[in-house]
């Protein structure tokens, strides 16, 4: 079992290390290649998993369901966590719901799961986006137009898969091929990114973020096993789902925080703190999971 989880945690934190030593060293401009990540290769990944002629929309709507529950759920439960401390709660709820299920989520199914479960990771990629992006909008400024949120190019993406599958559209499969070879460059560029992006990160708050740390994964978890009663999850999906809820905050988040001027500081360690817990949480949960 620990060969069998090294094997899965040590691509994904290698990857996300070479990217932290490069940035550390060379401090890359990696403005282009996430807008490049962002705008083509993620949704093109997400475009090809569920438009697969494997995917089945009616079998993964129980794990819809269950992601959106888990991250509002989180979040009703980071709430009180945020009173207690005495701290904004728009700068730690955010954190704490919208988890980082690109960078982090994807790789992790497909190593621990298999290439099979790619379209029920991108199903709960996919809600936690959609809601991260309107939802998470809203929270941090209440005049957010989010009526142009299709233009969000992963939520369009995946808005088009999802009506080729509907409809059983006959995608052509050299092209179907083509838009997955270009998806297929978005995983390995998300960790490295994510390396590069935690060297700007800072230790604005070490309280704050050792708490952060533990309310995020401990309630999302939490959440997702009264879930996996309540829709009667098992087997992998069941899996998925604690492993969705265990997650460490999105990267996102701190970008958000910027842009709304929500104390970025704070939310930039609270992410690095996360995802720094996640090297012991991940491995923690994978082995609860996969016994």
């Known amino acids: 079992m620990i060969e069998r989880i090294a094997g899965i945690v040590f691509p994904i934190y290698a990857v996300v290390a070479v990217g932290y030593a ?39 709507l129980p794990l819809l369901l269950g992601a959106t529950v888990v991250v509002l759920g989180t979040g009703l439960l980071a709430w009180p966590v945020a009173r207690l401390m005495g701290v904004a709660t728009n700068t730690f709820v955010p954190p704490m719901m919208f988890k980082n299920s690109g960078n982090m989520g994807l790789p992790l199914a497909v190593l621990a799961f298999g290439e099979a479960a790619l379209p029920a990771a991108v199903v ?17 400024d209440h005049k957010a137009r989010l009526w142009n949120l299709w233009r969000v190019p992963v939520i369009a993406a995946a808005l088009a898969g999802l009506a080729i599958s509907v409809l059983q559209f006959p995608l052509w499969q050299p092209l179907w091929l083509g838009i997955k070879m270009l998806g297929d460059v978005s995983i390995p560029l998300l960790l ?6 935690l060297t700007d990160s800072r230790h604005a708050d070490w309280k704050l973020s050792i708490v952060g740390a533990i309310t995020s994964p401990l309630a999302g978890v939490l959440v997702a096993l ?26 996102l988040n701190y970008i958000f925080a910027e842009r ?22 991940i491995p923690l949960t994978l082995a609860w999971v996969l016994h």
């Open 192 to 197: 490295f990114s994510l390396g590069v992006r």
């Open 124 to 140: 709960l990629f996919f809600i936690e986006n959609f809601l991260h992006y309107s939802l998470g909008t809203w929270m941090l």
């Open 226 to 251: 009264l879930m996996n009663m309540v829709l009667g999850l098992t087997g992998r999906d069941a899996a998925m789902l604690i492993l969705f809820g265990a997650l460490p905050p999105a990267v």
């Open 22 to 60: 490069y940035g550390r060293w060379k401090k890359p401009d990696m403005a282009f290649a996430n807008t490049l990540n962002m705008d083509i290769f993620v949704p093109a990944l997400v475009f090809a998993a569920l438009a697969s002629k494997s995917f089945d929309i009616a079998q993964n």
């Open 260 to 281: 709304y001027h929500q104390e970025p500081e704070r939310v930039a360690s609270m992410v690095l703190i996360g995802n720094s817990a996640s090297l012991l949480i």
